[in-house]
């Protein structure tokens, strides 16, 4: 009978991925949306995801490996969309986006691998092998946590004025993180979709918005769309309907209030780390070529 490895979990390696993969899930994600935040989940889950798996089966580790890669894979393409909609069509809410840079994460899978080796070597009683296993299990679940996209389309039209100039307007946000928008491109266009959060909801919003340079350094944003929000459920709760049919229900002048709240405030007090943006044009481009 084969023995349950729990002793290679309580390692150096794999406790410093299962804690990037925490910290990073439950706290920067939410506090610094970006391109290194939405990097790092994958790197350190791909990490500690077939190491764990292995830990219940040793001698099977290569083809572990191999299945978690194609399995990552899969669920980072297109080809995935058609399971996601049966789950979602069962009242379980998953979302996914197909970014193909994602798969540089799988550089990490021979780092794994090998240090899965090197830790089955050495014979070391469990001790707490068994409660990082429960860590491990219940990291591996909270980055799936279900998330669900409510098409509004809602029409609004409100104009901003901020007391910067265009240029330092954009400085100030993140770059979508799929994206490379020049300045010099984002100063002479003028559509963008705006990405924010309402925390009250756990709700992520896209928006489009019109952006020009108004007069003595000012920009002036108006809120021309509310198009998505996408709501975060609970691990076991899953999505709240409440949350859902309260968003729905927004009327212009409650999206106004959110706005204004959530980003325009928080670019003028430059606390807009959180936020980012997408160049409309260079956004379809890619996603349609």
Known sequence: MMRIRFDILPRLGFLICLG????????????????????????AGLFI???????????????????SALLFVFWKSEFSQFLIEFV?????????????????ALLILPVSYKELQRQAQKQVEPR???????ISLFAILATTLPHEEIALNSPIGKVYKLPMSKSEFFQSLQPGNRYTDTLSKNLTDSLFYLYFNIPD??????????????????????LDTVLTATITGGLFGGI??????????????????YFEENFIEKVRDEDSDQLYYYNKETYEFYNNP
């Open 128 to 134: 707490m092998g068994i409660f990082i296993a429960a």
């Open 201 to 222: 909801y756990r709700a992520d919003m896209e928006v489009l918005a019109t952006i020009v340079a108004g007069s003595d350094k000012t920009t002036l944003v108006r």
């Open 88 to 104: 979602r069509s069962e009242g379980i809410g998953v979302n996914r986006v197909v970014d193909y840079t994602d798969l540089m």
């Open 240 to 257: 709240d309907e409440d949350r859902k049919v309260n968003i729905k229900q927004f009327t212009p002048e409650r999206f106004e209030e």
């Open 49 to 67: 995801f077939p190491y764990f798996l292995a830990a219940f089966r040793i001698k099977s580790a290569k083809e572990i490996y191999l299945i």
């Open 20 to 43: 990037l993969l925490l910290v990073n899930d439950f706290y920067l994600k939410q506090a610094y949306t970006n391109f290194w935040t939405g990097k790092m989940s994958d790197f």
